[in-house]
């Protein structure tokens, strides 16, 4: 069949596979809601009842976030696979989440002693200074180690390295709001409301038109530099950029919903196989979708499946994310990963 | 005027140079070979030629033009280049691959228009390996993918194109179809070739001119074909025993 078609296809299902993940989502929590009050509540924005406040306030909010956050952490993660010419790389293993994570946690921690109110933008700022850190030294460990391998296991000390350190000032911050930043620090989708959405929304949509501003330019570099040289394209240029995206989409991630795991590296990796292309210009929507499907099906799992009390989301995206990467890297076991 | 010109050059890595003082001339229409033995600087000439390397010393032209004066963009116009890094795809047809030589006509998100379309078809033609075009490029053999990367080279329609052993894992028949190819290539769009080669017994019939690179550093000899590829003056360019040549290549 016509490759077009296929990828259409698919396309149509990824939407209407997230559609349904919303729905089980608005429907599935601690009080029940019935089908036929919600798209009342949904189309008025009623907040009048109970059962409106909760999906407009809580539940909704939480879903935008899943599916924002988690797509933009698959493209994150994409153009990371892009940088490295190598499809095991993601913010989450290389410690460039754990370095957003640990930046944001020490200004939170500061501002709440000086009675300071923190605002998103801040947040988004300190988490994408903390990511550029740890990526200048996983690009400081490439230049000396040509192994892809040695620098994810560098990646992973960073990671260590970052959460103890978080865990520390945490635990030192004596402070009501720390339960909070506690939860924030394992990674959570429940911590974001409206206000935040207005800030990261914008973000994530100028990040996807970046990267398909890109695309044409990440097909070529795809094989190899001096032959994207060779086309007139400035490599360096190309480059810096290729990693400022990819930091402001997964530090905004990190800044909101702390650090998740195996979302950026694994997502990529089944849009390839499931489109069967490797073509920027559809594998950066089809790794947003997939990375937004992921994240909504976890979030519904660490939500509901020990209520009242919650799983860090890292912790059913690891459950599924970390097969997928290891049979990544059993397929790769004939080449140098 | 030449297309290629080297001048008193100077070439090589981070200001090592691993050649010194070359000096040579590759004419509009016609193929320029480069041989010689292992590791003598054979590809560090032709990226030098290509931009991808700046000379130490001395001058390298494109048209007359010393070669730092261009832009990317416009040097890029000019030369095509098929170096000898293997590509490694997935999910690539042969059609994808030798779709993003046409970079640089392509719109900012790389769709095809007619014309593109029609030059991708006339140059996978021209080598043919338009039959390829649907087929999985991971999927085939040395020889076929090399023939698919020399439609990727000339489907930019470049003035120049610059080689570095483009047939070396072709068969014996593929090796001649290839330069067939090339030549006719020449011909028909008259394009300069500079082209490294190991198939020294194919020399005088591939190439216009000679460049002959020997081990002690440097351009030893330069000219017609006819005139340097002899056994006895191969013998010394690759440091063989006398009559070596002749018992295995004459």
Known sequence: MDRKKTHLILFISLILAILLLVVINILTGSVGISVRDIPDILLKGDRSSAEGRIILDIRLPRIIEALFLGGALALSGYMLQTFFLNPIAGPYILGISSGAKLLVAILMVWALKAGFAMNSLMLVAAAFIGSLIATGFVLTVSLRVRSMSILIVCGVMVGYICSAVTELIVAFADDSNIVNLHNWSLGTFSAAGWNEARIYIPIVAAGILAALFMSKTMEAYRFGEEYAESLGISIYGFRVLLIIVSSVLSATVTAFAGPVSFVGIAMPHVAGNLFRSEKPLIIIPASFLLGSAFCLFCDLLARSLFAPSELSISTVTAVFGAPIVISMMIGRRNENV | ?250
């Open chain 2, 1 to 250: 005027m030449s297309e290629i010109l080297f001048k008193n050059a100077s070439i090589g890595y981070r200001g090592v140079p691993v050649l010194r003082a070359v000096s040579f001339t590759a004419e509009k229409g016609g193929i320029t070979a480069l041989i010689g033995p292992n590791g003598t600087g054979k590809s560090t000439v032709l990226k030098t030629a290509a931009g991808l390397l700046k000379p130490i010393e001395g001058r390298v032209c494109i048209r007359d033009r010393s070669i730092g004066s261009y832009s990317p963009k416009e040097l890029y116009g000019i030369i095509s280049v098929m170096m000898t890094d293997r590509v490694k795809t997935k999910f690539m047809s042969c059609h994808d691959v030798v779709r993003v030589g046409r970079y640089r006509y392509t719109g900012i998100f790389g769709t095809l228009t007619q014309a593109d379309r029609r030059v991708i078809r006339e140059s996978m033609e021209l080598i043919g390996v338009w039959d390829l075009r649907d087929r999985d490029y991971a999927a085939l053999s040395d020889g076929q993918q090399q023939r698919v990367l020399l439609a990727r080279a000339i489907v930019s329609e470049p003035g120049i194109l610059i080689m570095d052993e483009p047939a070396s894992f072709l068969d014996m028949g593929r090796k001649i179809e290839f330069f067939d190819a090339l030549k006719g290539l020449v011909k028909e769009k008259d394009m300069t070739v500079l082209i490294s080669m190991h198939e020294v017994e194919m020399v005088k019939k591939v190439a216009d001119k000679v460049i002959c690179i020997s081990a002690s550093g440097g351009i030893d000899a330069k000219g017609a074909a006819e005139e340097l590829i002899n056994p006895a003056y191969m013998e010394e360019l690759f440091g063989m025993k006398k009559g070596r040549y002749e018992e295995y290549y004459g």
